[in-house]
DNA sequence: GTGAAAGCGCTAACAC
DNA sequence: GTGTTAGCGCTTTCAC
């Protein structure tokens, strides 16, 4: 006689329920994946008794059995930032209404930890796998990342929401080039000629996009492109939005219009517009990217982009299983829409 | 004769291993676990097979065979919530130190998800399940979710952070006295008695507690309780501290310095005193609970309490473990610390 | 429509 | 030390 040390009242099984139904496991299971017609009468009873224990089918059993455990794992570089947690509630709810889980995993942004958690993933047996962020943002692909990526691809497909050359990821990706033009010819039209770009890093493939596309605008409207107005040799938050900017007025410049590299970055520009003694908007108009609460929290709330995140999510999740019934197209683009705040504002004269 | 269809070339498994190392698949089996000694020559061998095709035993067979899954389901309300996301990355760093991986899942605050979820992650096989926000925070439990909560603990133990009166879950919980007294003593030392306690839900344990502990303080110092001043009759979110400050103002009240319910709650009282004429700290000071980052976002940078989110996150975890186990504490306490920064100051005379 | 039985990939006695 | 073998809980042919 031995007391039960720990609460683990025994799990019941389809074999308890297939008893006392009187029916074979077959049945149950039947009934349960609702795969083959089973008679009412059996089914109902059944059904009652399922409903009596509160039975859950085990997971693991079910995945073991047909090799498919209904689970995409998603990689991103960090939940704590706000882009990726509205990301990946998208995906959440995307996958949940075609039957999948999804399993979150955080890199930090460290090449190794993406590299285990890719591993991680595999080992459980996640049909897919969804990386936003990290490796697969950058401008030139690391060659170790992607060696690993194709090892992995071997047996998972993976989807990405940059790109990573060498592979045959998926591709969902936002459409950076536009999304800059949206912000410049909103600021252009607003009558900014020096307009400052601030924040992230130019190793950043949609950074970089970011960057020509400025140019590309500057140059339409016959513009001079300043060197010394981009400020992009730092990081995505705020803090490095502060250093970056502060890095401008110290070079003597003085934009009217900034445009921060996302709403994070964006609340240190601010700072460091403050404490060099302008306002925004009235003296200096602010524009991020992401449509994140952040922006809604600034004062004045931001002027940014936004994705329509639920869209996002779907297409990130339809290319995930799409990849893995190994049909559906390569890429697909996220088309970025224009939030007009009070954070933008006519230059002044 | 059949195309593969998608990339599913056959999983290796254990007994591929076995086979190409001529030994058998409890061998393999056993230096995958480490837990009986092997011969070193098969061993090296049997690692160098693993190696060369990156296996990874199947975490699902691994869990039927076992009965152990070695995962700790999460349930929050919204990771999109800074606190939340602070301390889901310190549960999942926590949890990869001890060998469990973790699964997050979000309940977007509605009961009905949350009993859905607590299912999901029940089928799942999770070997705990830790609560974060939602029902738990309820000041007065409710009835038909602790039935919920009990019928799962029947097989899984689950941890929350606030209470479930009428189920045996283990609590690790913020001392919001503690909290709200740290914030209080700080306001008074500055001379300030004229305090508002804006934001959050008078319906929400830890918010009932504040205020508790809010009169207490005042009391102590004696300090007039004004009930105007008091405006907890909404959520959590920037929106919220914004009306909720509005209110305040709108009574035709004063204060001197306000205590927002987090972070979030105080950048929408902020702007809803700059609206109102006032500056911060010189006018009014306001401070926050949860030290998100957020609240280095404000300008000026607010002062607010934090609660050390990897050791929260160990706590849970801890707790976590020692349910599964069946032993440990019913409940655990975090000390909450205070921050000061530049958004209080000095009472105006 | 329904049952018997063979796995799915792994772990853990139990022998030797 | 190492192999044999019996499951873990489900799904899915294959007969009937």
Do not use: W
Not at 129 to 135: D, F, L, M, V, W
Not at 136 to 158: A, C, F, G, R
């Amino acid at each position: 006689m031995q007391m039960p040390k720990t609460n683990e009242n025994k799990m019941i099984t389809i074999y308890d329920i297939a008893k006392e139904a009187q029916v074979s496991t077959a049945t149950v299971s039947r009934v349960l994946t609702g795969n083959t017609k089973v008679g009412k009468e059996k089914r109902e009873k059944i059904l009652a008794i399922i409903k009596k224990y509160n039975f859950k089918p085990n997971a693991m059993a079910r995945g073991l059995s047909d090799t498919k455990s209904k689970i995409i794992g998603i990689l991103v570089a960090d939940v704590r930032n706000p882009f990726y947690a509205d990301l990946f509630v998208a995906c959440e709810q995307a996958a949940k209404s075609v039957g999948y889980t999804v399993l979150l995993c955080n890199s930090l942004d460290v090449m190794q930890q993406e590299e285990h958690l890719l591993d991680r993933l595999a080992q459980q047996r996640v049909e897919a796998i969804i990386q936003i962020g990290g490796r697969v943002d950058d401008l030139v692909s690391n060659m170790e990342y992607v060696e690993k990526v194709n090892q992995i691809m071997n047996t998972i497909p993976v989807v990405v929401t940059g790109k990573l050359e060498g592979t045959k990821c998926k591709m969902v990706r936002i459409d950076s080039m536009k999304a800059m033009e949206l912000l410049m010819e909103h600021l252009i039209s607003l009558g900014h000629h020096q307009i400052a770009m601030v924040g992230g890093n130019i190793k950043v493939l949609s950074t970089y996009e970011k960057l020509l596309q400025y140019k590309h605008t500057l140059n339409k409207y016959h513009i001079p492109y300043d060197e010394e107005l981009i400020s992009l040799e730092g990081s995505y938050n705020s803090e490095s939005g502060y250093t970056l900017m502060n890095d401008i007025f110290a070079k003597g410049k003085h934009p009217t219009a900034v445009v921060a590299i996302n709403d994070c970055a964006a609340t240190g520009v601010q700072r460091s517009i403050l404490e060099h003694g302008y306002r925004i908007p009235e003296d200096i108009s602010l524009v991020g990217y992401d449509n994140t609460y952040v922006s809604q929290m600034m004062i004045p709330r931001l002027t940014t982009i936004d994705y329509d995140y639920p869209l996002f999510g779907k297409y990130l999740i339809e290319a995930a299983i799409d990849a893995i019934e190994g049909k559906g197209e390569m890429m697909k683009t996220v088309t970025p829409h224009l939030v007009v705040r009070e954070s933008s504002g006519k230059a002044k004269q």
